[in-house]
């Protein structure tokens, strides 16, 4: 897949992954995110591909990103992980070793935990994204919503709330909110 390891690009990089999200609409099943790395330093540098996909060890995606130093990748579904990496490439299309793995799990899933039992709380899972506040709201009716967690993400990972308050209700609603 990275091309024959005897015959090495001519440029020696070590590509730098930086993550920018793009969060979609509430509604969308599907969301982006761009990839940005440090340029080849060595001459014969034609492109760059980027690999990814579910499984950081079989990549089921290919994309040439051309001369560019930043790429798009839509599609992605919410909750799951996806693996990165990026080689350079030059015009006989022998690629460079991979840059390094980047992991990175899809914001926008909210999964809601069963209780185990009834007077244990409900508790709300959720992906965070580095860079943004993420609040979960809880309401008995859909029209009055109070904060009940808040989350300053430093990591892209799986969190969660507990909902101390909802033991005691009969109906419970829940939405999360990011900035």
Request: proline share 4%; with cysteine.
């Amino acid at each position: 897949m990275f091309g024959n390891p005897s015959k090495s690009c001519s440029a020696r990089w070590i590509g730098i992954l930086f993550l920018a999200l793009a969060f979609g609409s509430a509604a969308d099943a599907a969301q982006s995110l761009t990839l940005a790395w440090n340029p080849g330093t060595g001459a014969g540098i034609a492109g760059y591909h980027i690999y990814y996909g579910n499984d950081g060890a079989n990549f089921q995606q290919m994309v040439d990103a051309g001369t560019n130093t930043s790429y798009r990748v839509t599609g992605l579904q919410e909750g799951q992980t996806n693996s990165f990496v990026v080689t350079a490439y030059n015009a006989q299309g022998v690629e460079s070793a991979p840059s390094n793995l980047i992991s990175y799990i899809v914001p926008g899933l909210v999964d809601l935990a069963p209780k185990s039992g009834p007077r244990s709380p409900t508790l709300i899972r959720f992906v965070v994204a580095p860079g943004h506040t993420f609040q979960v709201q809880a309401s008995v009716d859909l029209t009055t919503w109070n904060t009940i967690g808040q989350i300053i993400a430093t990591s892209n990972a799986w969190t969660q709330v507990e909902d101390l308050e909802g033991v005691n209700l009969k109906q419970r609603f829940y939405r999360l909110v990011w900035q």
